[in-house]
């Protein structure tokens, strides 16, 4: 089946940090702009970070800023996102998605906008 798969999840404590890895198993990331989504219970998915399809330009939720970076490698078709100074409301599932349209940066905060997902990785960042 095609999917995204997620892993580097876990529980850390405030200030550690993660690196969370996108891959895609039957799933082609080049030449999609690829997202970071999160979801904590009780709360929306909301948009964490973007990277275009080649890797030139990134958005990132103000939430996040100085603290995480994403970057991608399209020869292993896979995108990361480097958490560093987590802090517990950085607790959340973390989702990985890529945007339905080739060469395409239009709406990248939107979950709508992107046309696979994986399951997820549970990030719990503890006080």
């Known amino acids: 089946q095609e999917q995204l798969v997620e892993s580097g999840g876990g529980l850390v404590q405030a200030g550690d940090s993660l690196r969370l890895s996108c891959s895609g198993s039957g799933v082609v990331l080049l030449n999609h702009a690829t997202a970071w989504f999160r979801q904590a219970p009780g709360k929306e998915r909301e948009f964490v970070a973007a990277?275009?399809?080649?890797?030139?330009?990134?958005s990132y939720a103000d939430s996040v800023k100085g603290r995480f970076t994403a970057s991608r490698d399209n020869a292993q078709n896979t995108k990361y996102l480097q958490m560093n100074s987590l802090k517990p409301e950085d607790t959340a599932v973390y989702y990985c998605?890529?945007?339905?349209?080739?060469?395409?940066?239009?709406?990248?905060?939107?979950?709508?906008?992107?046309?696979?997902w994986g399951q997820g990785t549970q990030v719990t960042v503890s006080s």
């Open positions: 998605g890529r945007h339905g349209g080739m060469w395409n940066w239009e709406n990248v905060g939107s979950p709508f906008e992107y046309d696979h």
């Open positions: 990277i275009s399809w080649n890797g030139g330009t990134t």
